[in-house]
């Protein structure tokens, strides 16, 4: 059972206002420049759209419902305006987006150009102080080590060994530890 004393949410009266935007046609002046000139909409297609405004608010005669369609040109000139700065905004970001990227790999470019520099100072300073190499020699009166088992078997020769740049390098360390030191503090003020 149910007892309704006034209905929720009368609409005594709806009064709807529309402004509706022409076309433009754009057309080339004398000048040579282009002009958009505004054409009002025909009163047939106003019609159409009333009755479109008609059914989607729920117009209702006996009420004393309005819907009053205007066809007014919109000002357009700021519109384009923000839309010329924002293009040279989007324009601007592009082209510095692009010289980032380019300095990036500029920056990388140099630095590795910098390093390749600085180990070949490295090595040099390191080729300074590690003894030079003698140039490899025929061992010389060298007497074969004589086999009495069989003598057809080739005499084997004893050859010295040479140091190797490592060996050299840590006797010169453990010689003259003050050059190793100055040619460490070469390369970091270089």
């Known amino acids: 059972m149910e007892h309704i ?20 046609e754009e057309l080339e ?27 989607a608010v729920g117009f209702d005669q006996q009420r004393n419902d309005q819907i009053e369609i205007t066809n007014i040109p919109f000002d357009r000139r700021n519109l384009d305006a923000d839309r010329e700065m924002l293009d040279s905004m989007y324009q601007r970001e592009f082209y510095v987006d692009i010289a980032k990227k380019v300095g990036l790999v500029l920056l ?21 102080i590690a003894p030079q190499q003698r140039p490899r020699m025929e061992p010389q009166n060298v007497e074969p080590i004589a086999r009495e088992e069989d003598p057809n ?34 390369i970091m003020i270089e």
């Open 5 to 24: 004393i006034k209905e929720v949410g009368n609409i005594d009266r709806l009064s709807v206002a529309v402004i509706l935007d022409g076309s433009y």
């Open 29 to 55: 002046n004398e000048a040579g420049e282009v002009e958009r000139i505004y054409q009002p909409r025909n009163q047939e297609e106003l019609d159409r759209l009333a009755g479109i405004v008609r059914n």
């Open 108 to 128: 990388a470019l140099f630095g590795f150009m910098y390093l390749k520099k600085r180990s070949k100072a490295l090595f040099a300073a390191l080729g300074r």
């Open 153 to 186: 078997v080739p005499p084997i020769v004893a050859e010295r060994r040479k140091p190797k740049l490592v060996d050299q390098m840590q006797v010169t360390a453990k010689d003259n530890p003050e050059e190793i030191a100055k040619v460490i503090k070469t």
